[in-house]
């Protein structure tokens, strides 16, 4: 991907004009998602790109492929069924002791592999901590195009990849292609599509491929996995819910209120820059630009003001809901949901509501 | 022990304006910073040298005006500056980006000794991309550990290092061999203010500038726009949310009510959350 969008017109002649394909390029066909499955589970992103695969490949008239690697046949015959499910035509598998955690080395020479050997035109991974670090590796090695963290990916009228991604702290948006190099990459987080509908019974082929590589030439070693639940750190960056607090709970006494929401919840609470200042939670809840960016299914904001600072670490978020006592305030800009209100006073009713609500259904279920 | 840093002089993305008829960036006048994610890679670079003694060096590739952020980089405690800069490199995409500073890395081991470690940020603020570490790390043949959150242990001597690495849903704990190339994670340092004499010192220092033949880049093809497979294709400002928040009314109704009103509001928009929420609930 591009470091930063390229302003100058570029000289006649170069690579951003369509040329035939070269034609070691030519037999480049079909769509594959690498899927992500560690200790047992596949990340969500995998199957969203599975059903934004699935599109890419109709409109291509091509065959839409899951590449799954791991050290377990078992979990790896289930993720394939998941894969033919979420709309995958086949997997190709790559069962190996040696893939039992992800690892950049065994990843990347199992990856670049495959595609040297089926070659495919697009592949997409997650823009996860795993798939960013395969995806520069296996792009680096194959000497092809990477498109980071795209929101939207298209068919353009000379079939080639049109990614979509934000730049400059997402002030600006840049449509990349990547011409005449194949596969042409792209990363997209997690989230950002739509979740495909299962389709129950759906089946496919399953192609297996050796690693070729053995453990002992493998220089990095894994020595421990620390699984989040079981540490105790705040996990901003990764949670479905966050409930924050700005200035306008007026004190560090309030600021519990947003805690004993988030706790309701299951959520992970923070706040604005000012908080951290004065000292009301730590550095490491800060949201925001200059402190973490989340992306949640659903985020509270509860007496912050909005501004762009807050706004660019929150636009992410499947859902804002704003509580503000001005209804000129910025975040009501970009708020999907606004209550003009004292959050001090909601808060507390939000807590109970939510409480009362759950309860009375876990009771019913 | 000598260590690099590279870095990237960036726009200050809170001051960025797209003009409004070309939907392009407007840099006039826009300060520049150092990419705040890189200034954790320096920081814990620093700290690394300060324990086992050596040098850091840090790179930048950018237009001559990139040296500003080179000096504030000595200015922190960094030993030695190099900025690649050439014509040639315009438009580089992430590949000639990494294909360009590798081949720097290449002549400062030449010239200054070879690196241990060689540190980035985890991503720049104005390409958000994470690639040109991992693409460093290819063209160099480096072991790469990114999203490094803590450096466990480092045995320069024996050549050994272990890192906690921030993975999905959780820390890797790794352990491999020097040389390595590491992403640092944000928010796990805080970078030095500098000495006076740092200070002083960065002021007087000259900055090791090389151009692509200096740096003995030979293969033009492989930089710039010319060396850059991924092409944009159009820039464009993200078109105004149409709609501001659907606001809840709020009179005529009591506290409970109103939070009775937000929690179905909320349901009836994001409508897999009411089963996470049971989900969760039960599992208490």
């Known amino acids: 991907m591009t470091e930063a969008p390229k302003q100058a017109p570029a000289p006649a002649g170069r690579a951003n004009t369509k040329k035939e394909l070269p034609e070691h390029l030519k037999a480049y066909k079909h769509v594959w998602v690498v ?14 790109l ?19 690697m791991g050290s377990d046949k078992d979990v790896i015959a289930t993720v394939a069924n998941d894969c033919f499910e979420y709309g995958a035509d086949l997997v190709y598998t790559i069962t190996d002791p040696a893939l039992a955690h992800y690892r950049n080395e065994a990843y990347t020479k199992a990856m670049t592999d495959l595609v040297k050997t089926y070659q495919p035109e697009i592949l997409l991974l997650g823009a996860t901590t795993l798939g960013r670090d395969l995806a520069g590796s296996v792009a680096t090695t194959l000497l092809t195009g990477l498109t980071a963290d795209c929101t939207e990916l298209a068919i353009d009228d000379e079939g080639s990849l049109a990614a979509t991604r934000p730049t400059f702290g997402g002030s600006l948006l840049c449509t990349i292609l990547t011409l005449n190099y194949r596969p042409q990459m792209a990363t997209v987080r997690p989230r950002v599509l739509s979740m495909p509908t299962r389709q129950s019974g759906r089946r496919g082929r399953i192609v297996e491929h050796p690693l070729g590589l053995l453990e002992h030439d493998i220089v990095t070693k894994v020595l421990q996995f620390i699984a989040d639940r079981e540490s105790n750190k705040a996990q ?27 706790e309701v919840l299951g959520a992970e609470y923070g706040g604005s820059r000012p908080l951290v200042q004065k000292g009301w939670m730590t550095s490491d809840r800060q949201i925001g630009q200059t402190g973490k960016t989340i992306r949640p299914k659903l985020y509270i904001a509860a007496g912050i003001s909005g501004a762009i600072q807050h706004r660019v670490g929150v636009e992410g978020a499947d859902m804002i809901v704003a509580i503000n006592t001005d209804p000129n305030a910025p975040i009501f800009d970009f708020a999907h949901l606004g209550i003009v209100a004292d959050a001090i006073r909601l808060l507390p009713a939000l807590t109970e509501a939510f409480r009362k609500h759950l309860s009375v259904n876990r009771l019913a279920g | 022990m000598h260590i690099v840093v590279c870095m990237k002089q960036v726009p200050d993305s809170a001051q960025i304006r797209v003009h409004p008829v070309t939907n392009t960036i407007m840099r006039q006048g826009v300060p520049t910073i150092i990419n705040p994610y890189d ?5 814990e670079a620093m700290r690394w040298r300060d324990r086992f003694g050596g040098e850091v060096t840090v790179l930048t ?51 200054f000794g070879k690196p241990l470690m060689i540190f980035t940020g985890k991503q720049t603020i104005d390409g958000d991309t994470a690639q040109v570490g991992p693409g460093i790390a290819k063209r160099l043949s480096l072991n790469q550990l990114t999203y490094v959150a803590r450096i466990v242990d480092l045995a320069p001597e024996e050549g050994h290092i272990t890192v906690e690495r ?8 790794l352990s491999t061999r020097l040389p390595v190339l590491i992403t640092m994670l944000e928010g796990v340092n805080e ?94």
């Open chain 1, 50 to 68: 599975l059903g934004e695969g699935r599109k890419l490949a109709d409109k291509r008239g091509v065959e839409l492929a899951g590449v799954i």
């Open chain 1, 236 to 262: 901003l960056a990764y949670a479905d819910i966050v409930v924050a607090g700005g200035l306008g709970l007026r004190s560090a006494e309030n600021f519990q209120l947003v805690k004993a929401l988030a």
């Open chain 1, 35 to 48: 899927i992500e499955c560690e200790h047992g589970a596949v990340h969500p992103v995998s199957f969203e």
């Open chain 2, 39 to 43: 200034l954790f890679a320096l920081e």
């Open chain 2, 191 to 284: 970078i030095r203010r500098g000495s006076l004499d740092d200070a002083f010192r960065a002021a007087r220092a000259k900055i090791v500038t090389w151009n692509a033949a200096d740096a003995g880049i030979t293969d033009l093809t492989q930089c710039g726009l010319r060396g850059s497979p991924t092409i944009v294709k159009k820039v464009f400002a993200p078109p105004p949310r149409a709609e501001k928040a659907y606001q809840v009314a709020t009179t005529d109704l009591s506290m409970e009510a109103l939070a009775e009103t937000v929690m179905g509001e909320i349901f009836k928009r994001q409508t897999s959350l009411e089963g996470d929420l049971m989900r969760f609930s039960a599992g208490q």
């Open chain 2, 61 to 111: 590739m950018g237009p001559p005006m990139a040296e500003d952020s080179l000096r504030k980089a000595l200015t922190f405690g960094a030993d030695r500056a190099v900025l690649l800069t050439d014509r040639f490199f315009a438009g580089s995409d992430t590949l000639a980006t990494s294909f360009a500073l590798a081949g720097a890395l290449a002549k400062i081991e030449q010239e």
């Open chain 2, 166 to 173: 921030r993975a999905e849903g959780g820390v890797q704990v």
